[in-house]
Nanobody, 130 residues
Framework: QVQLVESGGGLAQSGGSLRLSCTTS????????LGWYRQAPGKEREGVAC????????HYADSVKGRFTISKNDANSVLYLQMNNLKPEDTAVYYC???????????????????????RGQGTQVTVSS
């Protein structure tokens, strides 16, 4: 059974940093894309970042490029999202997702944004104050 458990959300000030973690179990990473999307109240789902297990290529939404970094630790099956220089518009619930298939990182993020991922965690709230 695939399980994804996010942690690390919370309250940060504008310009601050947070690191989200997603502990995964129940599947092998080798053929998956892993990523993060966020959703704020009243707004559409936005794919934030993804990473391909097979070649570690990454892709980011323009809104977070240069500020967020996605990474993974194969040894403990944890996916990370390092978020720096946070802005109030980053406030949202952040979800960790998996996607199986042969995609480029850019394609995978588009699929994640459309909601066609395979599995999702319960989400973690990130709130950035101005």
């Amino acid at each position: 059974q695939v399980q994804l458990v996010e942690s690390g959300g919370g309250l940060a000030q504008s310009g601050g940093s947070l690191r989200l973690s997603c502990t995964t179990s129940g599947f092998q990473w080798g053929y998956h894309a892993l990523g993060w999307y966020r959703q704020a109240p009243g707004k559409e789902r936005e794919g934030v970042a993804c990473i391909l297990s097979r070649d570690l290529s990454t892709h980011y939404a323009d809104s977070v490029k240069g500020r967020f970094t996605i990474s993974k630790n194969d040894a403990n099956s944890v996916l990370y999202l390092q978020m720096n220089n946070l802005k109030p518009e980053d406030t949202a619930v952040y979800y960790c997702v998996t996607l199986r298939g042969h995609f480029t990182a850019s394609q995978a993020l588009g699929v994640i944004s459309s909601g066609l991922y395979d599995h999702r965690g319960q989400g973690t709230q990130v709130t950035v104050s101005s």
